[in-house]
Each structure stands twice: as structure tokens, then as C-alpha cells.
């Protein structure tokens, strides 16, 4: 699995981080998000879908 | 489930035919939508699109290839203008029958307007693309805003003018912009934000009538008598429903299509985003939300129900999520805010600029809002009860 992050289109949610705390983070002084590991394990996959699906800016591609 | 038809072809839409496709919904897909353009996302239209920040197309919200994965058969430019629940069918520009086995209700809201002065050339509303390449035209000619109504939009709005250099007045009946959406404490700062922009912010006034001069807007009248000379005038007073399709369904309508705690508003039809109203189980009471998050959420949920109907639906009960930005400010809203809350700065300080602060009603968080502050703001989402007593 890869992940992609449009930082541009980032609006700051933390929906990411809700969903997959493992795998996204925010700055603290924007609330960017933050991409602790591009190429998580597997098993983390469902997990990072739905961050993705709940991104509000669409700014996470996962490729797998 | 052969056929399923999602009218609305927007970000509850869109999210709603992902979501039948991840499921494994294999029949035929019709999304409709009464738009001409290929469905875009709605946040970045009052901010970056307006001040020109992003080309217009960055706020597509699919590829041409994702759409395609998702064998989608986009019916654009066409009104859902009929829908005949025990046919399962729906009309298209009042001629065209569909027949469907699963409907998915998304479209959305229209924008209110005021009872005068959409007649005269230069008065706006904001809810479309092409709503907003429009304002943006005129906005270009450097002229005098106005900007009637303080909420999200309004502020956003004034904000985004302010931001190009704009001579620009904001103008509510409220005691402060947002007043309704997170109370005046936190409002009262909102309103100094714009002032120490340069935005002439006029609180507690209401627009009683607009001038014209030779079919352009001239003046926007205020019921103190006052005059705003005014070349562009955006009326951003909230929006309905967009059920007037639904009138004659049977299926039941209020404030937005009237669902089941599972977004189940008819066999086999379901709604989902800014159009849906349901009782949030965990709130005891109906609800709507106009968020960008929830006509994601909603639409999954929504999405799924369709085809676990009817033993598997499970209920919806999201914890409203909603954010605004204006010049530099960030404010993001986990839960509710009531302006009737007692709210407290657990975070950060007023001063800087950068806090968090929870909102109680009766002893109970009901809502946690960060100025600037996403990642602490994050922090607290724990904090809100499930049972904001509404
Ligand atoms: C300018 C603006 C800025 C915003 N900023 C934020 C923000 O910063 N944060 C936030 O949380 N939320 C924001 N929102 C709210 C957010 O965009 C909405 O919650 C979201 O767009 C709702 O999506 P939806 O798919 O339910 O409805 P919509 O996006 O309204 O889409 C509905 C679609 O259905 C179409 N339609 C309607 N009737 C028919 C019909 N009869 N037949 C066919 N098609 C029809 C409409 O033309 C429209 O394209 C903003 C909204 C606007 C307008
Ligand atoms: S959910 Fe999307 S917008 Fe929100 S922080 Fe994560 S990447 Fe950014």
C-alpha cells in the first residue's frame, strides 16, 4: 500500500487522524496533515480507506 | 437491486455511488444532476475559487477515470422534477421516466433569497460553480461589497472580498456574525477579526431595501435609516431543501426530506447530506446538518443501508464535525454550540489568538470549537457528551 497526501488541499480536519492514528498526524500551527508512515502494513489498509473516504478535501490517495 | 438512482450529483452523491460500488452493488448506476459541470466540492468555492487562489477545476471532486471505475452513468444538466415511490420511478425535466430499485436522495440545499433586489444586476447568491465565477467576474472590478448575512457563508464571503483588497460592509440582523452557529461570546471575536481587517461589520441591523440605478444595485437600505453604496451585493441568508421535486411524492418532507434514524425516508429511498433530516439517536431529536463531513458520512451510511435494507440498516449518529476559514482563522466545531452554552477556554488563550473552548449546556460538554488550534481541538472531541439534550 502507498499513500499520496495533496498537502494544498488539506483543510486541516483530522478526520484522517480519527480514523488512522497510526498512519496520519497533524502540524501542530495548521493542522496539515502529517504522514507518519507512506507505506504502512497491510493490515492497516481498512483502516486507512476510511480515513481517505473521510477526508472532506480529498487530499488522501491510497494505492494498494 | 438492479437499478439504483442517486439524484444529486454533489458530494453526497458522489460518495454515495463510491460507496454502493465498494459494497459490491454490481447493477446499473445513474447519478442525475441538474448542473452542467462534472461534480466539484463546495468548501473551497467562498475561499480559494473566489479569490482566484485555485483554477476552478481543482475543486473537481473525481477524475474523469475515477468516474468511469465507478461505471457511473452521470446524467448532468437534467432535473429530477418527479418521483413516483410506488412505481419506483422518478421523472426527468418533467418528461423522461427512470425506473429504479433503490433511490438515494442528495441534492442539497438552494440558497434563500431576499423578498427585493434579486431583480437588479450585481445582487449574488454563492452556491455553485458557476455562482461563484460569476461574483468573482465582478469582483475583479474592484468594486464596493456589501455582503447580507453573517453566517458561514456571509462571513467567509466578506472575508475572501476583504482579502482582495475590497471596500467591504457586512451586514446582519444578529449580535454578532455566527451568532446562531457558535454563539456571540466566540462571535464577538469573529466580529473584531473583521474589523481589524478593515471590514465595516454592522451588527443588529436589517436589511429593509436596495436601490437601483439604471437596473444595477445602488445602495443597500438599512432599517436605521442608513445607506450602503454598494456595486455587488451577495445576499447569503442561509438556504432550504431542495425537495420541491418531492412535493407531490408522498414522501414525507419538513425541514429537508424526513428520514428513519437510518436515513430511510420510502422503501427502498434513502436520503443523505445537507437535503436529509433524521433523529440522531444519540441527541433525541431531528436533525440537519449542513457540513461538509457529514454529507460524506451520511452518504456511506445511507449508501450501505440501501443495500442491507431491510434487516441489516444500522442507525446514523455521527458527531457533527464543521469548520470555517476567514482571513487566517481557522475555527473548527466538533459537536454543537448552542448560543445558550456556557463557554469555557480549556486551551490556548483568548489574547493569542490560538484556544480551544468547550460548550455546556446543563453541566454537559455539548461542543468543543478551536480557533486555530486543529491538532489541540482534536484533543478534546472526547470531552462532548452523546447527549447534547436537544
Ligand atoms: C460556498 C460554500 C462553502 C462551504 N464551506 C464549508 C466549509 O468550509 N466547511 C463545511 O463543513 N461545509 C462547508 N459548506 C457546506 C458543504 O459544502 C455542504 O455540506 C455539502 O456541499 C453538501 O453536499 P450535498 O451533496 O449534500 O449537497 P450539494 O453540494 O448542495 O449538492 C446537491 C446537488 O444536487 C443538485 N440538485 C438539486 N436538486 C436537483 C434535482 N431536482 N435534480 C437534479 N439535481 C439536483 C444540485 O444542483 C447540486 O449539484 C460550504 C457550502 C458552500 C455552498
Ligand atoms: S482528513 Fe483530510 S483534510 Fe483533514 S487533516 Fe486529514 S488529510 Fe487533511
Same mark, same amino acid.
Request: aromatic content about 4%; some cysteine; overall charge negative.
Given at each position: 500500500?502507498?499513500?499520496?497526501?495533496?498537502?494544498?488541499?488539506?483543510?486541516?480536519?483530522?478526520?484522517?487522524?480519527?480514523?488512522?492514528?497510526?498512519?496520519?498526524?497533524?502540524?501542530?500551527?495548521?493542522?496539515?496533515?502529517?504522514?507518519?508512515?507512506?507505506?504502512?502494513?497491510?493490515?492497516?489498509?481498512?483502516?486507512?480507506?476510511?480515513?481517505?473516504?473521510?477526508?472532506?478535501?480529498?487530499?488522501?490517495?491510497?494505492?494498494? | 437491486?438492479?437499478?439504483?438512482?442517486?439524484?444529486?450529483?454533489?458530494?453526497?452523491?458522489?460518495?454515495?455511488?463510491?460507496?454502493?460500488?465498494?459494497?459490491?452493488?454490481?447493477?446499473? *448506476?445513474?447519478?442525475?444532476?441538474?448542473?452542467?459541470?462534472?461534480?466539484?466540492?463546495?468548501?473551497?468555492?467562498?475561499?480559494?475559487?473566489?479569490?482566484?487562489?485555485?483554477?476552478?477545476?481543482?475543486?473537481? *471532486?473525481?477524475?474523469?477515470?475515477?468516474?468511469?471505475?465507478?461505471?457511473?452513468?452521470?446524467?448532468?444538466?437534467?432535473?429530477?422534477?418527479?418521483?413516483?415511490?410506488?412505481?419506483?420511478?422518478?421523472?426527468?425535466?418533467?418528461?423522461?421516466?427512470?425506473?429504479?430499485?433503490?433511490?438515494?436522495?442528495?441534492?442539497?440545499?438552494?440558497?434563500?433569497?431576499?423578498?427585493?433586489?434579486?431583480?437588479?444586476?450585481?445582487?449574488?447568491?454563492?452556491?455553485?460553480?458557476?455562482?461563484?465565477?460569476?461574483?468573482?467576474?465582478?469582483?475583479?472590478?474592484?468594486?464596493?461589497?456589501?455582503?447580507?448575512?453573517?453566517?458561514? *457563508?456571509?462571513?467567509?464571503?466578506?472575508?475572501?472580498?476583504?482579502?482582495?483588497?475590497?471596500?467591504?460592509?457586512?451586514?446582519?440582523?444578529?449580535?454578532?456574525?455566527?451568532?446562531?452557529?457558535?454563539?456571540?461570546?466566540?462571535?464577538?471575536?469573529?466580529?473584531?477579526?473583521?474589523?481589524?481587517?478593515?471590514?465595516?461589520?454592522?451588527?443588529?441591523?436589517?436589511?429593509?431595501?436596495?436601490?437601483?440605478?439604471?437596473?444595477?444595485?445602488?445602495?443597500?437600505?438599512?432599517?436605521?435609516?442608513?445607506?450602503?453604496?454598494?456595486?455587488?451585493?451577495?445576499?447569503?441568508?442561509?438556504?432550504?431543501?431542495?425537495?420541491?421535486?418531492?412535493?407531490?411524492?408522498?414522501?414525507?418532507?419538513?425541514?429537508?426530506?424526513?428520514?428513519?434514524?437510518?436515513?430511510?425516508?420510502?422503501?427502498?429511498?434513502?436520503?443523505?447530506?445537507?437535503?436529509?433530516?433524521?433523529?440522531?439517536?444519540?441527541?433525541?431529536?431531528?436533525?440537519?446538518?449542513?457540513?461538509?463531513?457529514?454529507?460524506?458520512?451520511?452518504?456511506?451510511?445511507?449508501?450501505?443501508?440501501?443495500?442491507?435494507?431491510?434487516?441489516?440498516? *444500522?442507525?446514523?449518529?455521527?458527531?457533527?464535525?464543521?469548520?470555517?476559514?476567514?482571513?487566517?482563522?481557522?475555527?473548527?466545531?466538533?459537536?454543537?454550540?448552542?448560543?445558550?452554552?456556557?463557554?469555557?477556554?480549556?486551551?490556548?488563550?483568548?489574547?493569542?489568538?490560538?484556544?480551544?473552548?468547550?460548550?455546556?449546556?446543563?453541566?454537559?460538554?455539548?461542543?468543543?470549537?478551536?480557533?486555530?488550534?486543529?491538532?489541540?481541538?482534536?484533543?478534546?472531541?472526547?470531552?462532548?457528551?452523546?447527549?447534547?439534550?436537544?
Amino acid at each position: 500500500m502507498k499513500i499520496t497526501i495533496d498537502e494544498d488541499k488539506c483543510v486541516g480536519a483530522g478526520q484522517c487522524v480519527l480514523a488512522a492514528a497510526e498512519v496520519f498526524d497533524q502540524r501542530d500551527e495548521d493542522g496539515v496533515v502529517v504522514l507518519l508512515d507512506s507505506a504502512p502494513p497491510q493490515e492497516l489498509l481498512a483502516d486507512v480507506e476510511d480515513a481517505a473516504a473521510r477526508c472532506p478535501a480529498l487530499a488522501i490517495e491510497v494505492e494498494k | 437491486m438492479d437499478h439504483i438512482v442517486v439524484v444529486g450529483a454533489s458530494a453526497a452523491g458522489l460518495t454515495a455511488a463510491d460507496t454502493l460500488r465498494r459494497e459490491g452493488f454490481t447493477g446499473t *448506476l445513474t447519478m442525475v444532476g441538474d448542473e452542467l459541470r462534472p461534480p466539484y466540492d463546495r468548501p473551497p468555492l467562498s475561499k480559494q475559487v473566489l479569490a482566484g487562489e485555485w483554477e476552478p477545476h481543482k475543486a473537481t *471532486l473525481r477524475q474523469e477515470s475515477d468516474v468511469q471505475r465507478l461505471r457511473l452513468q452521470m446524467v448532468l444538466g437534467h432535473r429530477a422534477t418527479e418521483v413516483d415511490p410506488a412505481a419506483r420511478a422518478i421523472t426527468l425535466d418533467g418528461r423522461e421516466r427512470i425506473g429504479y430499485d433503490g433511490l438515494i436522495v442528495a441534492t442539497g440545499l438552494r440558497p434563500r433569497h431576499l423578498p427585493f433586489g434579486h431583480d437588479l444586476a450585481g445582487v449574488h447568491v454563492l452556491r455553485t460553480l458557476d455562482d461563484t465565477l460569476t461574483l468573482r467576474a465582478e469582483l475583479l472590478g474592484g468594486p464596493r461589497v456589501v455582503v447580507i448575512g453573517a453566517g458561514f *457563508l456571509g462571513s467567509e464571503i466578506a472575508a475572501t472580498a476583504r482579502g482582495l483588497g475590497l471596500d467591504v460592509t457586512l451586514v446582519d440582523v444578529e449580535t454578532t456574525p455566527l451568532a446562531r452557529q457558535i454563539g456571540s461570546d466566540v462571535g464577538e471575536l469573529v466580529a473584531r477579526t473583521h474589523r481589524d481587517h478593515g471590514v465595516d461589520v454592522r451588527m443588529r441591523r436589517h436589511v429593509t431595501g436596495m436601490t437601483g440605478q439604471n437596473g444595477r444595485v445602488a445602495a443597500v437600505v438599512l432599517d436605521d435609516g442608513s445607506r450602503l453604496a454598494a456595486d455587488v451585493v451577495v445576499v447569503a441568508i442561509g438556504s432550504v431543501p431542495a425537495t420541491d421535486w418531492l412535493t407531490d411524492s408522498g414522501i414525507p418532507l419538513g425541514d429537508g426530506v424526513l428520514c428513519d434514524p437510518t436515513c430511510k425516508a420510502a422503501p427502498g429511498v434513502y436520503a443523505a447530506g445537507d437535503v436529509a433530516n433524521w433523529p440522531h439517536p444519540l441527541v433525541g431529536g431531528r436533525i440537519r446538518l449542513e457540513q461538509r463531513t457529514n454529507a460524506t458520512l451520511q452518504a456511506v451510511t445511507a449508501a450501505k443501508n440501501l443495500l442491507s435494507d431491510p434487516d441489516g440498516a *444500522l442507525p446514523y449518529a455521527p458527531m457533527p464535525f464543521g469548520w470555517t476559514d476567514q482571513y487566517d482563522t481557522k475555527i473548527q466545531i466538533h459537536g454543537w454550540c448552542p448560543p445558550d452554552a456556557h463557554v469555557e477556554v480549556v486551551d490556548g488563550d483568548v489574547r493569542s489568538r490560538t484556544f480551544v473552548a468547550l460548550y455546556r449546556t446543563g453541566g454537559r460538554v455539548v461542543g468543543a470549537l478551536g480557533w486555530n488550534s486543529p491538532r489541540a481541538l482534536l484533543r478534546y472531541r472526547g470531552h462532548i457528551a452523546q447527549h447534547p439534550g436537544a
